[in-house]
């Protein structure tokens, strides 16, 4: 048990003989530790001598600086780790009131009742180790969200961020933007040229939230980018890297992605689909379609399991948009959600918009949708175009 260091603060000779005395079983056992000053003035050098004083025993009536200056005195020192109780007369009531609205937290009476007095301290330390724990608690929390603060940056780092990436080439255009909640979490982009003619790109979203979810992240990001660079077809580079996350995943983490490889000459798209949201191409004429599924299932569970590789093609000047389900699901004030046709909508509207513009705008729109809402999940939003 820790030993609480207390100060009282009083003029009478007696009373340092008498606490002595009555809390005997408490000095021996290493309960309490009494500090003794004969006023105000003091009982300021010896608080600001020792910052482990826990509880101060004050009498109001003191030489050179009195109780209630002295009780003013301390509210300058800001320090919420101890409390005064005032030990004063029964005739100086006013003077006790006073007092309270000084800060002081509790009264005892004289003469001294020495079982009200105990009971009084032990009422007073108990609230003080309460704040002493609510202090430790803070601290905590906040050397957390530092850490969380300095993962999401460096889960953003990860990230490709300069845009264009590729200026050299005219063939297509790319752009992504990621807003992530308040925790670090496990939605990413990527995009890696496979040879000179073809682009590969990627949009998924590990489950859960926090750590665990941005170290699967960077897992299966770097596994994904690896595995492209050695298999070209989607379908078959899913498949191996679904075999390689299930020895990394528990029972809860597994991760949706979408795949797809542009041939950057003709505008032809082969992609698989994990178990992701749909992407939508969106066309010269305005119109939005929502891409054809493929056999596919999330990664890192279930092996083996045959995944499938489709196609289409863009014309110049035609898109793809890719997504986290943090932009469907994301939820308003009455608890209503985005959802896929209020997207397709947007997409409609903007379907004119430059890639960059439409990233930024969709985000922006969703971000309004849900208002004063909380964010719950990372909105991640990837867009491609064809130039030609």
């Known amino acids: 048990m820790e030993k609480h260091r207390i100060l009282v603060v009083d003029d009478e000779p007696d009373l340092q003989m008498l606490i002595l005395q009555r809390f005997r079983k408490q000095i021996k056992e290493d309960e309490y530790e009494f500090f003794f000053a004969e006023n105000g003035e003091e009982a300021l050098d010896m608080l600001s001598e020792s910052h482990n004083i826990s509880l101060v025993l004050s009498d109001?009536?003191?030489?050179?600086?009195d109780g209630l200056t002295f009780l003013t005195e301390t509210q300058k020192l800001e320090n919420p780790m101890f409390k005064t109780v005032i030990v004063s007369a029964y005739g100086d009531m006013d003077n006790i009131r006073t007092a309270m609205n000084r800060g002081a937290f509790d009264f005892v009476t004289k003469p001294?009742?020495?079982t009200d007095l105990n009971a009084t301290i032990e009422k007073t330390l108990k609230e003080?180790?309460?704040i002493q724990d609510g202090i430790q608690h803070k601290k905590t929390l906040e050397a957390v969200q530092t850490d969380l603060e300095t993962a999401a940056r460096i889960q953003q780092k990860m990230l490709p961020q300069e845009f264009p990436p590729f200026p050299d080439r005219s063939e297509f255009s790319i752009y992504a933007e990621m807003y992530t909640a308040k925790q670090v979490g496990g939605d990413f982009y990527d995009f890696?040229?496979?040879?000179?003619h073809h682009l590969g790109f990627v949009c998924a979203d590990v489950s859960g939230k926090g750590v665990p979810a941005s170290l699967y992240m960077a897992v299966s990001r770097t596994t994904i980018k690896a595995i492209a660079s050695q298999i070209q077809d989607p379908a078959l580079c899913l498949s191996t890297v679904n075999t390689m996350l299930i020895p990394e995943s528990?029972?809860?983490t597994f991760v949706t992605a979408f795949y797809g490889v542009m041939d950057v000459?003709?505008?032809k798209v082969q992609y698989c689909n994990g178990g992701h949201n749909?992407?939508?191409i969106v066309r010269n004429d305005g119109t939005v379609e929502e891409v054809e599924t493929t056999e596919g299932i999330l990664l890192g569970k279930i092996e083996p399991f045959n995944f499938e590789t489709k196609e289409f093609t863009l014309e110049p000047g035609e898109k793809i948009l890719l997504f986290t389900d943090g932009v469907t699901e994301a939820t308003a004030v009455d608890g209503s959600m985005y959802e896929e046709p209020r997207l397709e909508a947007f997409l409609e509207k903007h379907s004119k918009d430059n890639i960059n513009k439409l990233v930024r705008s969709l985000i922006v729109d969703v971000l309004k949708f849900m208002g004063k809402a909380d964010q719950s999940d990372d909105i991640t939003v990837l867009a491609v175009g064809y130039n030609g």
Request: glycine share 4%; no cysteine; hydrophobic share 45%.
């Open 278 to 280: 749909l992407p939508y």
């Open 60 to 65: 109001i009536n003191m030489p050179r600086m």
């Open 250 to 252: 528990d029972l809860t």
């Open 192 to 196: 890696f040229m496979l040879d000179e």
């Open 128 to 130: 003080i180790q309460l």
């Open 112 to 114: 001294i009742d020495f």
């Open 265 to 267: 000459r003709t505008g």
